[in-house]
């Protein structure tokens, strides 16, 4: 047994979609059975906040950053004026 699913979306976004769809040879109707199906599955996550993608090098810059600051380690300041950081940093 199969239900109907009614929704709204912008008339240009549904164009496109369908468009992508006729030039893979697959049905627009099929395209949204199958991100329901993944979706149920857990293959299909949908996050309503985007995160930043972060390379393998930046996301160990960070995670090493972040472990410093906890340990108190390669960490300069606090700084007294804006003069006294610019001095540092020109240094």
Known sequence: MTTQVIFKVDKN???KAMKK???EGIAFSSILKL????????N???ELVTHPRLNAKTRQELIK????????????GPFKTVEEMKKYLMK
């Open 13 to 15: 976004l549904k164009a």
């Open 44 to 46: 299909l996550n949908v």
């Open 35 to 42: 991100a329901t199906q993944a979706y149920v599955k857990g």
């Open 21 to 23: 769809a006729q030039n």
């Open 65 to 76: 950053a972040s472990k410093d600051i906890k340990e108190g380690k390669n960490l300069v």
